[in-house]
């Protein structure tokens, strides 16, 4: 896949940022910019209740319409993007974009840059650095119309997220957690700088722009965007059936609920 740079009127989108970035580089669609976007970041050795709380939140504001933005790391990062699903997710590298890392991911990543989108403010051949990973956290939370950290220790990298939010002005969420663990998440809430979120369900009804459809599998899936060729090898007539009913639309090759 070619990598492209990103047109300059499209730069709003990162106007959080304390300096605008020289290039940005996509592979991928770029029109899930346009939609509601919220970001998730935490740690690369998350509990397993975190990964069912980080896959169970990124499944259900995908249905609902948004975009899930991450930094495609281990842990965390990688469970929100597999709960969205590749083709309603944002992927912000730290490294040029022809290079899938880590290589633990590199088939997850490959399918977020051919489904959803990936980007990068480095070029093709750029291997990552430390400060490279700080720059792409600013870029992470800078897209997301708020932030959700769902398990932190205190001086980790996800607490550099939360300080570009704090900046930004963004809203910063968190998941219920035992005394001593995510004591980093666990501190901002003390301070009240963050919020914790009880309910998945009420979050997403507050962030999501459509209606999560209870009992209609195809309709959950076509909430996620998908492409029109993976919504006919999973459901076949099925689609060609709800779009005569309008209840789906096909346009520029995705499938989306009306």
């Not at 990124?58 to 930094?71: E, H, P």
Request: proline share 3%; aromatic share 8%.
């Amino acid at each position: 896949m070619i990598t492209q740079t990103l047109p300059k009127e499209a730069f709003h989108h990162f106007s959080a940022m304390k300096k605008e970035p020289k290039e940005i580089f996509f592979r991928g669609d770029t029109g899930l910019l346009n939609r509601p976007k919220i970001s998730i970041v935490g740690t690369r050795r998350p509990s397993q209740y975190t990964e069912y709380m980080t896959v169970n939140i990124a499944r259900k504001l995908s249905q609902a319409g948004v975009v899930i933005v991450s930094g495609a790391a281990m842990g965390v990062d990688a469970q929100a993007h597999y709960g969205a699903g590749v083709g309603n997710t944002i992927a912000v590298m730290a490294n040029g974009l022809n290079i899938h890392y880590p290589a633990t991911n590199r088939e997850l990543i490959r399918g977020i840059e051919k489904e959803g989108l990936t980007i990068s403010t480095y070029p093709d051949d750029t291997i990552s650095a430390y400060w490279s990973f700080v720059a792409r956290n600013e870029l992470v939370v800078a897209l997301g119309d708020v932030l959700i950290v769902s398990e932190a220790e205190r001086n980790s990298g996800s607490m550099r997220s939360v300080e570009y939010a704090k900046k930004m002005g963004k809203k910063i969420y968190t998941f219920p957690h035992r005394m001593g663990e995510s004591e980093g998440s666990m501190e901002l809430v003390k301070k009240g700088e963050a919020e914790i979120i009880y309910d998945v369900d009420a979050f997403v009804a507050r962030y999501g722009e459509a209606k999560i459809i209870e009992n209609d599998e195809f309709l959950q899936f076509c909430q996620t965007a998908p492409s029109y060729e993976a919504a006919l090898k999973l459901f076949g007539e099925k689609v060609s059936l709800y779009e005569l009913e309008g209840k789906i639309a096909v346009k520029d090759g995705r499938v989306r609920v009306l």
